[in-house]
């Protein structure tokens, strides 16, 4: 089994920055995707940003050049720095891991971490 345990959420002002962090803890493998989703009021979860064990990336658009995904393979922890922060940023933010072994595919999500942007 896998734990993943997210911080770094809050209320910030718009424009501001905020650093998300989230530990995975378990049986991880070394071909993985983490990844962090978020999910608004009466919105349905979408992809935010995702890094595999190699460090490919990938954006949602709406982030690109505000958002950066980074992780530490030695401590199995994947960040999420966010800068230039708007309203519509609000929502509840989602840690993510997928991995492989055998060909089997296996996912995990986290608690979530609020992150509210104040205009």
């Known amino acids: 089994q896998v734990q993943l345990v997210e911080s770094g959420g809050g209320l910030v002002q718009a424009g501001g920055s905020l650093r998300l962090s989230c530990a995975a803890s378990?049986?991880?493998?070394?071909?993985?995707?983490m990844g962090w989703y978020r999910q608004a009021p009466g919105k349905q979860r979408e992809l935010v940003a995702g890094?595999?064990?190699?460090?490919?990336?990938n954006y949602a658009d709406s982030v690109k050049g505000r958002f950066t995904i980074s992780r530490d393979n030695a401590k199995n922890t994947v960040y999420l720095q966010m800068i230039g922060l708007k309203p519509e940023d609000t929502a509840v933010y989602y840690c993510?891991?997928?991995?492989?072994?055998?060909?089997?595919?296996?996912?995990?999500w986290g608690q979530g971490t609020q992150v509210t942007v104040a205009s």
């Open positions: 378990g049986s991880i493998f070394s071909f993985n995707v």
């Open positions: 890094i595999t064990d190699s460090g490919i990336t």
């Open positions: 993510k891991l997928d991995q492989w072994n055998w060909g089997r595919k296996s996912e995990y």
